[in-house]
């Protein structure tokens, strides 16, 4: 589990082999998953597979925080 603060205006375009689960603290943004599109905004959660093509678009003034868990664990994750 980690907690990922992104400035307002960040983009994100990549995929890892793990699964991703997040939940929104503060903030909104896009958030593409391969050729889906979706709104989040605080409260929300979601769920990218494993090996996805996916970004994050932040577009609220403050920013976006979101507290994240990777299954298994990624390696620069861990402690």
Do not use: C, W
Not at 56 to 71: A, D, K, P, Q
């Amino acid at each position: 589990m980690i907690v990922f603060k992104y400035e307002r205006g960040e983009k994100t375009d990549h995929s890892h082999p793990v699964e991703q689960m997040g939940y929104v603290l503060s903030g909104k943004a896009s958030l593409f998953i391969e050729d889906q599109e979706y709104s989040l905004k605080v409260g929300d959660a979601y769920y990218i597979p494993g090996g996805a093509r996916h970004g994050f678009n932040v577009n609220s003034e403050e920013g976006l925080e979101l507290i994240e868990v990777y299954t298994p664990p990624k390696p620069e994750n861990t402690y």
